[in-house]
């Protein structure tokens, strides 16, 4: 074997290589090598500081944050759009399309350059953060704006798709949620079982069935013996799904999952009653504050919608929802760098302006570390 076939070897080939015995709709087989930009194979980060705080509270397990934000356009989405825009470029698209509320037009985009399929999203003129925006406008997709929410979009990218017979690349299409249940099988080959309960922002509502049939998928072929049980969450104002009617209006800081009528309603419900889980909501207020945890605490930059999940786990075991030494697993959808406004508007920086001299940041340092730096104040710190 020469050096090529090594390197080959060791790297992850994404995730329609890497589960291609686990992928499949209606068993066709591809006639053209994936469309892949190695997506999946992401981190399973145990919890350090989160871990701590809820022991107050009575829980005493484990708690993974699976960081999908790590993915190569930085959300869960690509795992999805890996399969969806492979199985667009085997069957000769002529273009893609989606709603979105950001990500999985940015995901779509990136994947629609690489298969050199064009891809034209429909997002809401207000309300996609600003990250998002630009990787849609970077990979050079053709962006339509709506005067409207993400359900009007999706309303009209449906239409327009059956009509034009375009490529639609939203979780409607099953491609994409064979593509995400690897993130489940992924945290049970990287555990070695699936945890007890797995906590999951909700938006349209692929993601939570999505992980649900990967999970069952792994138990009917004897890969693990126990099922978890799936805590999804809404954001209180976007929370269709909970509150049992479709929200025309919705509102919440968390843009990703501001979704008044998900597509994948029944689904979502399937997933939590199979599984015995449940489907709540977390306030904005509660979203911000995991949010700024686990940038503080855990050094996890996530989006505010990603943070979601951990919300929703403070929450559970501040109700004694959860057995108390559950394994527990968070994923974290999207990476914080997608919504730079997000900080700019939340979090006040811990910043001083000074005069470029010596003094002055020794004055400064010196009230923020004062034992410190008379300790160390040794010729490395002479004033030049
Ligand atoms: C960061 O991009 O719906 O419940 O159009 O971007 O599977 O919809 C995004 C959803 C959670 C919710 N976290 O997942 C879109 C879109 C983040 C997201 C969700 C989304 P689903």
Redesign the pocket.
Known sequence: MGREDNLRRRAWQGVVIEYYDFISVNNEKLKLPPVSLQEGNTPLIESVSLVKELKEFGFSGKIYFKHEGLNPTS???DRGMAVAVTRARDSNAQAII????????ASASAYGARAKIPVIIVVPEKGVTIGKLVQAIAHGAVMIRVKGN?DSALQLARKVAEDFSLFIVN?INPWRIEGQKTASLEICDALGFAPDYHFI????????YSYWIGYKQYKEIGRIDMLPKMYGFQAEGAAPIVKGHPISDPQTIAS??R?GN?A?WERAILAKEESEGIIDTVSDDEILKAYKFMGEKEGIFC?L??AASVAGLIKMVKKKSTQKDAVVVCTL??HGLKDPQAVIDFIPPKEAIIEPSFKAIKNLIQEIIPQKIEKSQSSALQET
């Open positions: 959300s869960f989405k989606c709603a979105s509320t950001g990500n999985t037009s993400f979780s922002p909700v938006g349209n509502a692929g993601n939570i990703a999952i979704i998900p994948n989006e919608s990603s959808t999207g």
